[in-house]
């Protein structure tokens, strides 16, 4: 039986992650998405939010966009458009992408605009979640 999980993520711009790992948890569409080794093997699709990474009896975290997963009893591999780790998570900017975001909003837009923005929004609460994590 494996210990361990290959977790890598990706995003259209580089590999974000790659290590061993204990566990991940995945913000799936239908809620959270706990992946040990051996899982059986999944496709779907994750929401943008928080992962948990277990590693060494260490949790991590990071903030997410939507995208999809394929997992196999060996390999989690995350294919999203944002992936952040909290120390790298700058709180005032994504402070300010949010403000941004809900005042577009609150304009009259396009279904293509409102989109954009809706995912702008998305990913600025994902990243302002994982970094007032410690916060609470």
Do not use: C, N, W
């Amino acid at each position: 039986m494996a210990a361990t999980l290959k977790l890598e993520i990706v995003t259209p711009e580089a590999r974000t992650y790659s290590e061993d790992v204990d566990m991940v948890t995945l913000p799936g569409v239908e809620g959270e998405m706990g992946i040990f080794p051996m899982h059986i093997p999944l496709m779907t699709q994750i929401s943008a939010g928080e992962i948990t990474v277990r590693k060494s009896g260490e949790e991590f975290f990071l903030a997410v966009g939507e995208g999809f997963v394929q997992i196999t009893g060996e390999k989690v591999s995350v294919m999203t458009d944002m992936a952040i780790k909290a120390e790298d998570i700058d709180e005032t900017k994504a402070e300010e992408a949010r403000r941004r975001a809900e005042a577009r909003l609150a304009e009259k837009l396009d279904d293509e605009e409102s989109a954009t923005v809706q995912a702008a929004l998305a990913h600025s609460l994902a990243q302002l979640k994982v970094k007032r994590r410690g916060h609470r």
